[in-house]
């Protein structure tokens, strides 16, 4: 089992930018990649960042790509959403997964509980 928290989330103005981290803690030894997804009121789960836990490969999606930076922390247990110029569509709960593997060859997603970002002035 891997539990996941997300922190850093709240409100910003248009411009700004915040900081979010993915603290995972449990079986991560074998947790392949991890990804930051956003929910907005009215519209479909989105991708927003994607990185291995080796953090040589990382996908972003085009609404954010050039304004936010995923990273890895010092250990490997800890993920980063930097995002900056935010704008107001931005606004989302952010949310936290990570897939891991089994002993039987299956891969496993962890989801996180989301923290939210409020973007307004």
């Known amino acids: 089992q891997v539990q996941l928290v997300e922190s850093g989330g709240g409100l910003v103005q248009p411009g700004g930018s915040l900081r979010l981290s993915c603290a995972a803690s449990?079986?991560?030894?074998?947790?392949?990649?991890l990804t930051w997804f956003r929910e907005a009121p009215g519209k479909e789960r989105e991708l927003v960042a994607k990185?291995?836990?080796?953090?040589?490969?990382?996908v972003y999606s085009d609404s954010v790509k050039g304004r936010f930076i995923i990273s890895r922390g010092n250990g490997e247990n800890t993920v980063f959403l930097q995002m900056n110029s935010l704008t107001p569509e931005d606004a989302a709960v952010y949310i936290c997964?990570?897939?891991?593997?089994?002993?039987?060859?299956?891969?496993?997603?962890?989801w996180g509980p989301g923290t939210q970002v409020t973007v307004s002035s």
């Open positions: 997964k990570v897939s891991c593997a089994t002993d039987w060859g299956a891969i496993v997603d962890y």
């Open positions: 449990g079986a991560t030894s074998r947790c392949e990649s």
């Open positions: 990185t291995t836990t080796s953090g040589t490969n990382t």
